[in-house]
């Protein structure tokens, strides 16, 4: 009966902004573009606009899941929503605007009548916060009076891009170790030339994202690091195994800089790559970005190895164990969006990886794939 009726309901006419390839949906009654990865899930951009040709919503889609920036459109086209999901939850800010001089466009209940705005932050689909305002966005007392919610900072905001804006300082300086001890001591067990030629690549790395952001016109860019990339071998790609009493292990190694676009996803690379670089400098006994000429000796190197693998494991999942104190990238992980406890973690699983690296004589690359730079 359904596709009965769709053939007696013809499509209306198609308004002019709306792209040709969208397809009129009967049940929604909207005019609807969308991408499908080869599953036939929904991947990539979905746009809706009604009848008449004003928008509806738009979403970005991850293999069938909601999964980045949106936004929803009142009948009138004026903006409704505007926030972020990640994994088909809310994650970060949200707003939700009225429609015309009605507070309860916003929501039905639990709601001053003054409120043109209300905006909430979220961790992974939990409401963290929320706070209203009125049309000339001063801070409103919620329906009970109170100003925000239980101290929470004011006003609200977007705090992914907190984890974008990391300095390019000497990370693991500014780092509080555990107190921590090894049945086995713990060094670093890679040649001094190796450790070198690794820095050196590292540096290499740094300086083409450095290009590519420098014709983006993203700032703050990486520091200059010419100098030291100077004669770096070049960045491979190869295979090799590693084997145990039982069988042999394919190990991947590619060195060559992962192909990211777009001047966020630049910087959130190059910051990575300063981590990787900072933590070789470490672990080989400077307390600066240089290629070292000796190895001095840390005797700390197991505390940063369990306290690398430990914070990457606190950040990461559905259920995060957070940390008010200041790590390395200065933040309170307690305020932030789930998005932003996952680039932290990255730098954590970048941290292992440089040590495991530099402890591990087997080790052939610190861009091997077997040392966990994968969230669990």
């Known amino acids: 009966m359904l596709s009965e009726l769709r053939e007696l309901s013809p ?3 198609r308004p002019s902004n709306v792209s040709a390839e969208a397809e009129w949906q009967f049940d929604s009654r909207e005019w609807v573009l969308c991408s499908r990865d080869a599953q036939g899930e929904l991947h990539g951009s979905l746009r809706a606009h009604r009848g008449d040709g004003t928008p509806s919503l738009e979403f970005e889609y991850r293999h ?3 999964h980045g920036p949106f936004r929803r459109f009142h009948g009138s086209g004026k903006l409704a929503q505007a926030g972020r999901y990640l994994d088909d939850v809310p994650d970060g800010l949200l707003c939700v605007y009225s429609e015309g001089e009605s507070a309860y466009t916003i929501r039905e209940c639990c709601i001053v009548e003054a409120a043109r705005l209300m ?3 979220y961790r992974r689909g939990q409401l963290l916060a929320e706070s209203f305002y009125d049309v000339l966005g001063e801070l409103l007392p919620d329906a009970e009076g109170a100003f925000g919610a239980n101290g929470w900072p004011q006003p609200l905001r977007e705090r992914e891009s907190d984890a974008q804006l990391l300095e390019y300082v000497f990370w693991p300086t500014s780092e509080a170790l555990p107190d921590a001890s090894s049945e086995e001591r713990v060094v670093v067990e890679q040649p ?3 450790l070198q030629e690794a820095i050196q690549r590292a540096a290499q790395r740094i300086q083409l994202l450095r290009a590519e952001l420098l014709v983006s016109g993203a700032r703050p860019l990486p520091p200059d690091l010419s100098a030291l990339a100077e004669g770096a071998p070049p960045l491979r790609r190869f ?10 292990t394919s190990v991947q190694v590619d060195e060559t800089v992962p192909a990211v676009h777009g001047s966020t996803a630049l910087s959130a690379q190059a910051r990575l790559e300063f981590t990787l670089l900072s933590t070789l400098c470490w672990a080989a006994g400077s307390s600066q970005i240089e290629l070292p000429q000796r190895l001095a000796p840390r005797p700390e190197l197991f505390a940063a190895l369990l306290h690398a693998s430990q914070r990457a ?5 559905h259920e995060p164990v957070l940390d008010a104190r200041a790590h390395f990238h200065g933040l309170d992980e307690t305020l932030l969006p789930a998005s932003a406890l996952e680039r932290l973690a990255e730098h954590y699983r970048e941290i292992r990886a440089a040590l495991l690296f530099a402890t591990d004589p087997e080790c052939q690359s610190p861009w091997q794939d077997d040392l966990g730079r994968l969230s669990s």
Not at 313 to 317: C, D, K, N, T
Request: glycine share 12%.
């Open 313 to 317: 494991a606190a950040l990461s999942g």
């Open 239 to 248: 295979t090799f195994d590693v084997f145990d009493e039982e069988h042999a």
């Open 192 to 194: 001094l030339g190796a």
């Open 11 to 13: 499509s209306p006419v």
């Open 64 to 66: 069938g899941k909601r």
């Open 119 to 121: 905006k909430q932050e």
